[in-house]
C-alpha cells in the first residue's frame, strides 16, 4: 500500500483509513486501496480515483489546499469522503511525466438529481467537479508508456549502487538506485527460481554467459525502468514478464540480446 498525505480541509473532509475514530490530522494513515471494478457505481459523497496502464502521481486540491498522491496500475482509492452536509468542489490533476503519456479519462457520476448515472471523458489532464451526499464521482485515469531511448549499462549500475557499489568512488557516494535495494532478492524481484539465486547486486557482478548475462541485464533494465531520469524503452512489469519468459522457454540468450539493447542505448545519468 501506498502511503497518501492527510486531506484534511476543516470538518468536511476525511480521508476512508483503514481505521476508525477521529483522524489527527498530522497523521498520514494508510488508504484501503480497492479492486479495480469496471461499472462500478460512484459511491454517494465519495471522490474514487483509479489508474490504468501505468503507474501515476497526482494532485487533489480542495480550495487553497493541494495533496499529492499516487496510484498504481490497476488501483483505486477512495480519495475523499465527506462527512459533513454541502458541497465539496476539488481538482484532480494527473502530473506530466517522461515516463507515461495521457491516453484518456472516464468520469463516472451517480448524482439523484440525474436520475442515472452519466459518463463522459474530460479532456485532462486536470478534472474539476464536487460531490455531496447524493452524488459520487468515479475518476479512471489511463496512460500508456513512453518509450525512450535512455539505458544505463550494467556496469553503470554494478559501479552505482551506493555502499554495495563494486567501486570505490561508487562506495563513496549516493545510490542511484531508485525503487529496489541491491540486497533485494534476485528470485523475488523477478518471479523465478534461478540456479545463482541471491542477490540483485550480486546478479549484476557474475560474469559469463546464459543465464548469468540474463541475470545482468536484467538487473539493469529493471533499475532502467524504474529510474525517474532514465527513459528507458520497457515499464518494470514488461521487463520482468520478459524474464520470465526466459525462464520459462530456457532460452537466455534472446532475452539478453533484447534487454542489452536497450540498456546499452546510452545513459543520462
Known sequence: MKKLHSLILASVVAI???ESGPVDPNRQPELDHIPVLPGDDARWGHLKVCKFGTAANFELTIGAVTTPFSLAAGECD????????????????????????LLGITRTVTDVALGADVIDNPAGPSVTDFIRGDRGVILEFTNE????????????????AGPDSHSRGGQRRASSWQGYDPNDSFDATFGVASSFGGTLIQALIRGGGGENALGRHAVAALLNAAHGTVIFFYTEAEVIGIVQDAYSSGDFGAAKDLLATQNEMGCPL
Open 16 to 18: 476512508v483509513a483503514c
Open 78 to 101: 477512495n480519495v475523499i469522503e465527506q462527512t459533513t452536509p454541502g458541497t465539496i468542489d476539488f481538482t484532480v490533476t494527473e502530473l506530466a511525466s517522461a515516463t507515461y503519456a
Open 145 to 160: 508508456p513512453i518509450r525512450g531511448d535512455d539505458g544505463c549499462t550494467p556496469g553503470y549500475w554494478k559501479n552505482h
